[in-house]
């Protein structure tokens, strides 16, 4: 199959038809109120049908584009997501989520001081390491178990997993973009993923920035993070500036945990010598002082107890990466490369090589590969895994335990894991029948704005698969090659991809479904999506703009080779 972009004549009808898939889940999902599982489903039968009568495509084809799809999401997106959940839940199985809270609260009883240690701080710090769904259901269960209110938890949780999500999954984002962008460049993929880095580390600081008091002000209100603009501005700037510093100078893959890193212990310093003078809480909510202010032996003791899972899960996922981050280990040092060795390539048949891509998507006639690598013991999913079972036997849970833990998990994302398939189905679907190509050429046509709407290309490629990854993938070599046709710098124009697609996973309904799972509210996928959509569009905004004055006016921010 030749892929036509065009199919419908003009370039704004097709676009139109091709968005239809979209729409119907927007409409479906935040308009009409059904359950995220629900509209997915309307969502891919329409992408099918415009698939198939449009384009046209052949439904052998457009069948398993969306098979490979939900494999893809099986994978790629669910194991990871699952075992993140998995992983909580042996936590609170086993009572030492309890021993959590109690720290949480001896670091401050101020509902804002936690929103941004664990939204802000600790959920950048799960994306570094994880990625996937884990930092939304991790911290969005945190805080619902603190006692903040369900819906409010996972939207903190979903607002601020935006400024990490470029660098997340060890650089993940802007490792594959440069290998797929590299020649295009006449680069290496490694030279293009460090250019990419350090561009995307001039624009999303600036994000950080505002992202704490952001939150504090849905959280509370405007004069309410005007009271603790102290630790606002320690959390962001600590942040922004390892953010830059790492992106631009170390490596892609070590940006989001160092900054975390930066960040939590900012605020903690900060605490031990400063807090509000009026500590907030939540209606109806008496919120106590501590005790003391810089903590004793026994809490010292009780945090080492209460964080030790986490501890364990960040070690065994450094260690799984180690490889990455330093290079050049002897062989039986680098866990990395033993890790990777069982790695199996598989590719898609019937799908694979069948469709072609044509100009300006690609720079010639070129077959669409429909591969995807299972790194079975290297996924951050499987670390997860590893880390909750041997989390789980160390806290003492038998092998029983954590298998009805297990079991209970299913139950409890059935329907997540069913929206996360069928998401990917449509983004499949979309993608090989040539759809979302029509949607980037498009916008593409904006001349002069095009690094403005350049950062909603990459919003809507999150939207669709619900990973900045994916997106890059998705259109990262469009953006280059748009950028290169149009005179923009092709590094601004991929690097705004990658940016403004953070600010699309607020909205993905695979994150809003893995989130009302997280806080057993299976079905509220239509509230957090009316609460988070209008955040998500101003945000993006944002990143176009700060990618436009790069492009027109500081053009000096623009890294070169």
Do not use: C
């Not at 500036?241 to 605020?267: E, G, H, K, T």
């Not at 679907?429 to 949607?439: D, E, I």
């Amino acid at each position: 199959m030749l892929q036509d972009y065009q199919p419908a004549g003009p370039l704004w009808l097709s676009a139109l038809v091709a968005a239809l898939p979209i729409i119907v889940l927007l409409v479906t999902l935040g308009v009409l109120r059904r359950s995220a599982h629900l509209s997915a489903a309307l969502a891919l039968a329409t992408a099918l049908l415009v698939a198939i009568v449009v384009y046209p495509m052949p439904i052998g084809l457009a069948a398993n584009a969306a098979l490979m799809g939900i494999a893809f999401g099986v994978w790629n997106v669910i194991w990871i997501a699952f075992h993140a959940v998995y992983f909580h839940n042996v936590t609170v199985a086993t009572g030492r989520f309890d021993t959590v809270k109690s720290v949480l609260a001896g670091f401050s009883p101020d509902r804002r001081l936690q929103a941004l240690l664990i939204a802000f701080a600790f959920g950048a710090l799960l994306e570094g390491i994880a990625g996937g769904g884990a930092p939304v259901a991790i911290t969005g269960a945190m805080m619902f178990a603190l006692g903040f209110p369900p819906v409010k938890a996972i939207v903190l949780a979903l607002l601020a997993n935006t400024a990490p999500v470029a660098f997340g999954g060890l650089g993940n984002p802007l490792i594959i973009l440069g290998r797929l962008t590299g020649p295009m460049l006449g680069m290496s993929a490694d030279e293009a993923s460090h250019l990419f880095s350090a561009m995307v580390g001039r624009q999303l600081p600036l994000l950080a920035l505002i992202i704490p008091g952001f939150l504090v002000v849905v959280l509370a209100g405007w004069k309410k993070m005007t009271q603790v603009m102290p630790a606002v501005l320690t959390a962001g700037l600590s942040f922004a500036v390892v953010q830059f510093l790492v992106s631009n100078y170390i490596s892609p893959s070590l940006v989001d945990v160092l900054a975390a890193l930066a960040a939590m212990v900012a605020l903690w310093v900060l605490t031990r010598f400063w807090q509000p003078k009026e500590l907030w809480g939540f209606d109806g909510e008496t919120v106590a002082a501590k005790a003391d202010g810089v903590g004793t032996q026994t809490r010292r003791r009780g945090a080492l107890y209460g964080w030790a899972p986490y501890i364990i899960l960040i070690a065994v996922i450094l260690l799984s990466r180690i490889g990455t981050i330093f290079k050049g280990l002897p062989s039986w040092l680098d866990l990395t490369k033993l890790l990777q060795s069982p790695n199996i390539v598989f590719t898609w048949p019937g799908l694979h090589n069948q469709v072609i891509q044509t100009p300006p998507i690609t720079a010639k006639n070129t077959p669409y590969p429909a591969s995807f690598t299972i790194d079975w013991l290297y996924s951050a999913g499987s670390m997860a895994l590893i880390s909750a079972i041997i989390a789980g036997l160390t806290m003492g849970a038998g092998v029983k335990k954590l298998a009805q833990v297990y079991l209970a998990t299913i139950v409890q994302m059935r329907w997540a894991l069913a929206t996360i398939m069928m998401i990917l189905g449509i983004a499949f679907v979309m993608n090989y029948s040539g759809a979302t190509q029509t949607l980037g050429l498009a916008l593409a046509t904006t001349g002069v704005l095009f690094p403005l709407f350049s950062a909603y290309i990459g919003w809507l490629g999150v939207f669709l698969t619900g990973s900045d990854a994916s997106t890059n993938s998705l259109f990262g070599p469009m953006q280059v090659i748009s950028a290169q046709q149009l005179g923009v710098d092709p590094t601004l124009a991929g690097a705004t991809n990658t940016s403004g697609g953070v600010m699309g996973k607020m909205i993905s309904p695979q994150n809003l479904s893995i989130g009302a799972t997280a806080i057993n509210k299976t079905g509220e996928e239509s509230t957090l999506l009316r609460q988070t959509f209008l955040w998500s569009l101003a945000l993006t905004a944002v990143v176009g703009v700060i990618s436009l004055l790069q492009a027109e006016v500081l053009t000096w921010m623009i890294p070169t080779r």
